[in-house]
Every structure is written in structure tokens, then in C-alpha cells.
């Protein structure tokens, strides 16, 4: 079984621009999470689509959205490019089931913002 | 708020030695817990997880302690091995709760 894709694995953009992440769940997956990692900050929950829903969300502003298709894979939209946004972003991906089902991740996509 | 808490940003150990890892939490609502190691460029794997109607529980050489009077978990490593070198994080999970801890740099010293 395929893990969880993300591209790209690297990105490179410049203040005051936009980005789009994208992330591949496990098949069967049905729900989605996002989450920034920047040193010091362990792993920062931005949100979680289930069946195209989103049914939570973390503490970001506005700048930060996403959304999930009807095939589960989900983006991730950062509008207007700050150097703080400057992070490695992880999705994972875990099947329906109990709340309490380990999630798997991807490996991620660095964002360095300049 | 930082409902999750790991206060040790990084922990050495010599090999073979017993490797513990700490995480504090404040809201009791959520009652099963999860550990994840990272390894650069990687995302996080799962490694063990303790639902709040035990105290305790073990796999291999990874041993989870629960307090819930204290409202404190644990992770033993033992013995240490290198491979273990990794960044460890402490998740509460429960009701679609996604709470990270900060994390634990631990290197294991050959």
C-alpha cells in the first residue's frame, strides 16, 4: 500500500506571493490533517478535512486554507507569503475509524519563504 | 496554549542505557495518547500509544507510563540503541483533538 504523497518536496517562493501544497492520502483514508513544523514549535495543527469537511482547524490565520476532493487528496493554500511562513508542512492521513488511530504522515514539504 | 508540554527540548544517553522522555498535558478530556519518532527529511512514524484506562503499557524495548493524577506520560526506551537518535513527540489525541507536544531531540551516544 502507497504511504502518504506530498509534492513538492521543496519549494522556494518570495514574500507577498501565494503557494499550494498538495497531499495523497493512504487509499481508503478518509481523513486529512495539516500541520507546520518550525524549530521549537513541535507540530503545529493547522486542520483536518474529513469527506471533503473541514472539522478542525488550529490556531492560523486566515491566510492559511485548504480544502479536500471527493477522492480524499487534499490542498493546502497560503496566501500572501510571510518569512515566518518559512516551515516544513506535514499531512497525514488516517482511515475512518476511532479518533484514536495512530496518523500517518508524508514526508512533508519544506517551504522556504524569501 | 500549548496543551501538550514536552520540557526537555533535547536529551543525550550513552548506548545500552535507559533513554526517558517526558510529556505534561492539561486537559483531561482527552484520554489516549500517542508517540511519534522523527527522523529528518521523514515525517513522523508511530511508535506506541496508552489509552487512559491503564497505566501502563510496552512493546518491545518502548514502555509507556501514564499519571493521571499528574496528568504526565513517559516514554522508556530501554536499552538505547543509535538508531534511536531521532526527535520524539507526545500526541493527545480523543474527539478530534490533534495536539502535539513540542518535541524531544534524543541522541543516543554509541
Known amino acids: 500500500k502507497a504511504g502518504v504523497t506530498q509534492t513538492p518536496r521543496y519549494l522556494i517562493k518570495t514574500r507577498g506571493q501565494q503557494v499550494t501544497l498538495s497531499c495523497s492520502p493512504i487509499?481508503?483514508?478518509?481523513?486529512v490533517s495539516w500541520y507546520q513544523q518550525t524549530p521549537g514549535q513541535g507540530l503545529q495543527f493547522l486542520f483536518e478535512y474529513f469527506s471533503e469537511t473541514q472539522r478542525n482547524k488550529g490556531n492560523f490565520p486566515g491566510r492559511f486554507s485548504g480544502r479536500q476532493f471527493s477522492n480524499s487528496r487534499s490542498e493546502m493554500n497560503v496566501s500572501t507569503l510571510e518569512l515566518g511562513d518559512s516551515a516544513l508542512y506535514l499531512c497525514a492521513s488516517r482511515p475512518t475509524g476511532p479518533d484514536n488511530s495512530p496518523l500517518h504522515f508524508g514526508n512533508g514539504t519544506r517551504l522556504t519563504v524569501t | 496554549d500549548q496543551q501538550v508540554k514536552q520540557n526537555s527540548p533535547s536529551l543525550s544517553v550513552q548506548e545500552g542505557r535507559i533513554s526517558i522522555l517526558n510529556c505534561d498535558y492539561t486537559?483531561?478530556?482527552?484520554?489516549?495518547f500517542l508517540w511519534y519518532k522523527k527522523y529528518p527529511a521523514e515525517g513522523p512514524t508511530f511508535l506506541i500509544s496508552i489509552s487512559s484506562i491503564k497505566d501502563k503499557n510496552e512493546d518491545g524495548r518502548f514502555t509507556v507510563f501514564l499519571n493521571k493524577s499528574a496528568k504526565h506520560l513517559s516514554l522508556h526506551i530501554v536499552p538505547s540503541q543509535p538508531g534511536d537518535s531521532a526527535v520524539y513527540f507526545c500526541?493527545?489525541?480523543?474527539?478530534?483533538?490533534?495536539?502535539f507536544g513540542t518535541g524531544t531531540r534524543l541522541t543516543v551516544i554509541p
Open positions: 487509499s481508503g483514508h478518509r481523513s
Open positions: 486537559n483531561s478530556m482527552f484520554d489516549y
Open positions: 500526541h493527545q489525541t480523543g474527539a478530534n483533538n490533534l495536539f
